[in-house]
Nanobody
Framework: QVQLVESGGGSVQPGGSLRLSCAASGSIFAINVMGWHRQAPGKQRELVAGITSGGSTNYADSVKGRFTISRDNAANTGYLQMNSLKPEDTAVYFC?????????????????WGQGTQVTVSS
């Protein structure tokens, strides 16, 4: 089993910055893709940013140039640096990882989600 634990959320004024972290633990053989999604009240969950094990990244158009996703493969940890935050960035942010785990019979690929961390941007 794998656990993803997010941290770093909070409240900030417009124009401010926050850095989210996602630490993965468990019987991890490797992590393919790590990503951040968010869900605002009354809206569907959306992809914010993703990063492959090789470092290739993709971003939602709404956050390009403001958010930066990164990861530390050795530490099984992902990060989302959020700058120039706007009120419309307010949401619960969820970490997602596509993880290969070690089992008694070999390896298994599965998706895992964190519990979510609240980000509030307000003056």
């Amino acid at each position: 089993q794998v656990q993803l634990v997010e941290s770093g959320g909070g409240s900030v004024q417009p124009g401010g910055s926050l850095r989210l972290s996602c630490a993965a633990s468990g019987s991890i053989f490797a992590i393919n893709v790590m990503g951040w999604h968010r869900q605002a009240p009354g809206k569907q969950r959306e992809l914010v940013a993703g990063i492959t094990s090789g470092g290739s990244t993709n971003y939602a158009d709404s956050v390009k140039g403001r958010f930066t996703i990164s990861r530390d493969n050795a530490a099984n940890t992902g990060y989302l640096q959020m700058n120039s935050l706007k009120p419309e960035d307010t949401a619960v942010y969820f970490c997602h990882a596509e993880v290969i785990t070690t089992t008694t019979t070999g390896h298994l690929l599965d998706d895992y989600w964190g519990q979510g961390t609240q980000v509030t941007v307000s003056s």
